[in-house]
């Protein structure tokens, strides 16, 4: 069966492993640093702490920058559900901005409209969460300038986008947001089984992120009410365990090593479904800005149903017979029930991000994947859609 995505690991990915669980930590050991140094050099920030999973960075991200009830914090409906439900968990109220129609991330002028609107009846939007969908960076120059001009604090889910360059640079992402968060799940760019790392330039932010990693403790001597010895810890607020641990760190360098021949896979496959479905009508291959190098953790096609005589779900079954698992990215968010319910979203909301979900097929794309199951997927798309 070929999958959408899929991680690649080597031996030399193993050995890293395999030299942690031989040795004395596996947990809270030096591999847990060694690989926040590799994150912070990689992706030019000056801190990174790493944790068990991508949703905990957003959450950990969520409640450092103090996120309360009556705080309003915006993203895309186009994200998987941690995006938005890290608004939740801290007890604020989520809200949407439709995407872009080019790079399907959150439209910079439909953020400050709504940031406008939520201003003139009284309400203050407190943070912006974008998301470089695809791989596609955000229009992060905009975002930075929307945030400044109406002080809102800035959040790059950039779990997507992990050696994509912006404005020529592969170390954009915490030089326009205060926090940037990952996750480093399987069909990601690296992996490290579960795991994610929250990313910024803030000691401030940092500080905090590292002790609500750990429940909350510290053993700061400038932050204890009082020292009774070497074992001494106090906890001035909750927090949780959200660690990772050392061979998964050691599996994340040894990964990160490989990011850059990652990517370069990754276009290669995604230049090579671009010529083979740009001259089809019904086909919409995905667009980049100029500003942008795509990462291409996904690849997004769209694909008029309407046209073709065809469900989506029966394309998708027709493809599963001839033994390739597609996937959708995504339902938007504020189409969830929960979101309908609790919020009031409802469909028609963000007509943008409805009509790319009710087109989009997100086809294999990973380092793996050979030329010759690339052949049989491009073969068996087109011959369906042909059929
Ligand atoms: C955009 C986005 N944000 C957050 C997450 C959550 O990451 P994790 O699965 O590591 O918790 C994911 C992972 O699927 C994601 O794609």
């Given at each position: ?6 991680q690649s690991i080597d031996q030399s ?70 995006t938005a439900n890290c608004i939740v ?207 291409y953790h996904l690849y997004p096609l ?86």
């Amino acid at each position: 069966m070929i999958s959408y995505g899929k991680q690649s690991i080597d031996q030399s990915d193993i050995d890293a492993v395999i030299e942690v669980l031989q040795g004395d930590w596996l947990t809270q050991g030096p591999s847990v640093n060694t690989f926040e140094n590799d994150l912070q050099n990689y992706f030019g920030a000056k801190y990174a702490c790493a944790v068990s999973n991508g949703t905990a960075a957003l959450h950990l991200a969520a409640l450092t920058l103090g996120w309360q009830p009556n705080d309003i914090v915006i993203t895309s409906p186009l994200t998987f559900l941690a995006t938005a439900n890290c608004i939740v968990y801290a007890g604020a109220t989520p809200d949407f901005v439709d995407i872009d129609s080019i790079s399907y991330t959150i439209d910079p002028n439909k953020v400050e409209e709504k940031v406008k609107y939520y201003r003139s009846i009284g309400k203050n939007v407190k943070a912006i969460i974008g998301i470089d969908f695809a791989g596609h960076p955000c229009d992060w120059k905009a975002l930075r300038e929307i945030a400044d001009k109406y002080s809102l604090q800035l959040v790059n889910d950039n779990c997507h986008a992990l050696g994509a360059l912006y404005l020529g640079d592969k170390q954009y992402a915490v030089k326009y947001a205060d926090v940037v968060t990952h996750s480093y799940h399987p069909v990601k760019h690296i992996t490290t089984g579960e795991g994610g790392a929250v990313l910024t330039n803030d000691p401030v932010i940092d500080e905090k992120i590292r002790r609500l990693r750990t429940h909350g403790m510290t053993k700061d001597p400038n932050q204890l009410e009082k020292n009774d010895g070497s074992w001494y810890y106090e906890m001035h607020e909750v927090g949780y365990n959200y660690r990772i641990t050392g061979f998964q760190c050691a599996l994340g360098s040894s990964q990160l090593k490989k990011l850059d021949s990652f990517v370069q896979k990754r276009n290669a496959i995604a230049k090579k479904y671009n010529e083979s479905f740009s001259n089809y009508d019904n086909l919409k291959i995905p667009k980049t800005h100029s500003s942008v190098d795509h990462a291409y953790h996904l690849y997004p096609l769209q694909i008029d149903f309407d046209k073709l005589f065809l469900t989506k779900s029966e394309f998708f079954e027709n493809m599963k017979e001839s033994g390739i698992t597609l996937q959708v990215h995504y339902i938007p968010v504020h189409l969830q029930p929960y979101y309908q319910r609790n919020y009031n979203f409802k469909s028609g909301d963000y007509p943008v991000a409805e009509d790319f979900y009710a087109r989009e097929v997100s086809l294999p794309i990973y380092p793996d994947l050979s030329n010759d199951d690339q052949e049989k997927v491009i073969e068996n798309l087109t011959h369906h859609i042909n059929a």
